[in-house]
C-alpha cells in the first residue's frame, strides 16, 4: 500500500471525526459567528449510518475476493485495510445500537 493510500485513509477519518463533532456543535461563520447546523432527522442519519456500514463490509468483500483471485491490482495491505475499516466500522454501529438500546430501556424504566 502506497503512502498515499494510508494519506487518503487518514484523511477520511479526520473528516468522519470533523463531521462528528461538526453536527454537534455547529459551525463557524465568516465573522466567528456560530450558526447552528440544520437539524437532522433521526431516520436520516440510522439510514445513512446502516447504508455505510453496509458499503464498507461490500467494498471489503469485493477487495478481499479480488486479491484472493490473484489480481494484480489489489495488495494485501489493500485488502486487509478494507477489512479493518469494515470491522471498526460494525463494531460502532453496535456500540451506538447498544447505546440507544439502554438509553431507551433508562427512559422507559423512568417513573412519571
Not at 445513512?48 to 469485493?62: E, G, H, K, R
Amino acid at each position: 500500500m502506497s503512502i498515499s493510500a494510508v494519506d487518503g485513509l487518514l484523511a477520511q477519518m479526520r473528516n468522519a471525526v470533523a463531521a462528528a463533532q461538526g453536527s454537534n456543535m455547529g459551525t463557524t461563520g465568516t465573522l466567528g459567528q456560530s450558526t447552528a447546523a440544520p437539524p437532522a432527522d433521526f431516520s436520516t442519519l440510522l439510514k445513512n449510518s446502516v447504508d455505510q456500514i453496509a458499503q464498507s463490509q461490500s467494498q471489503s468483500n469485493t477487495l478481499t475476493q479480488q486479491f484472493t483471485s490473484g489480481n494484480p491490482d489489489v495488495s494485501l495491505s489493500d485488502a486487509m485495510m478494507a477489512m479493518q475499516k469494515a470491522t471498526i466500522t460494525l463494531q460502532t454501529g453496535i456500540q451506538v445500537r447498544n447505546k440507544v438500546v439502554a438509553a431507551y430501556n433508562d427512559i422507559m424504566n423512568m417513573q412519571v
